[in-house]
C-alpha cells in the first residue's frame, strides 16, 4: 500500500489528507479529518463515539477512479501552472 500525507498550508496537524491506493487497484482512498474538537471533554466524548460506531465524525474518505483522479491532476497542474504565472 503506497500512503501519502498532505499537510495544510495552515500547519495545524488536524488539516491533513491522506492519499493511500495498492498499485495494483484501480481507485484511491481520500480521507480527510472533518473535526476539530478543542476542549479535552470534547475530545474524550467524540474518541467515546467513536470507539462503540455511535457517531463517526473524526474522518471521512472519498474514493476515487483513475478518470476523477485524472481530473483532479488536471485541475492541480493547471492551479499550479497559474501561480507560476502569477509569482513571475
Do not use: G
Amino acid at each position: 500500500m503506497k500512503i501519502n500525507y498532505f499537510e495544510c498550508a495552515c500547519s495545524m496537524a488536524a488539516h491533513v489528507i491522506r492519499l493511500s491506493y495498492f498499485s495494483d487497484d484501480d481507485w484511491c482512498s481520500l480521507e480527510m479529518h472533518l473535526n476539530e474538537h478543542n476542549s479535552f471533554f470534547k475530545r474524550l466524548i467524540a474518541a467515546f463515539k467513536h470507539v462503540f460506531k455511535i457517531q463517526s465524525c473524526c474522518f471521512s474518505d472519498t474514493v476515487l477512479d483513475v478518470t476523477t483522479a485524472t481530473r483532479m491532476k488536471e485541475t492541480l497542474e493547471e492551479f499550479i501552472k497559474a501561480n507560476d504565472r502569477a509569482s513571475s
